[in-house]
């Protein structure tokens, strides 16, 4: 009686990565916030919770630590979301007449 061989195996697939499709990861940058004595505690505690979506209580201890120490973290967030939020701060800031600074940096550790 004659044997049957097996089916040849289905070579194994190799995958070549494509070299011209590249991640680019942008550099994390601080978000801080700046004390100056114009800008109302409300107005920083407004733009906390909506801009930088922090709850109540975050808002409040950001603004307190500002208020203290003279600025405070806001927030760490790749380089052009960090600098694009401190221009959104600014112009909703003189939108109301209020000096507030915001500024970013790059996050060093």
């Known amino acids: ?17 494509d070299i011209h499709q590249q991640v680019w990861i942008e550099p994390p940058y601080k978000v801080i916030i700046h004390n100056d004595h114009v800008t109302t505690f409300e107005f920083v ?19 307190t630590e500002t208020d203290r120490r003279g600025k405070a ?22 939108m109301e007449g209020f000096p507030l600074m915001l500024s970013a940096e790059p996050d060093e550790g």
Not at 79 to 94: H, T
Request: one cysteine or more; aromatic letters at 6%; glycine letters at 2%.
């Open 73 to 94: 973290l806001v927030c760490v967030r790749p380089q052009s979301e960090a600098q694009s939020l401190v221009r959104k701060g600014i112009f909703a800031a003189r």
């Open 45 to 63: 505690e407004k733009l906390l919770r909506t801009l930088f979506q922090k709850s109540e209580f975050e808002a409040a201890q950001i603004a």
């Open 1 to 17: 009686m004659p044997t049957i061989a097996p089916a040849d195996p289905t070579p194994d697939v190799v995958v070549i990565p």
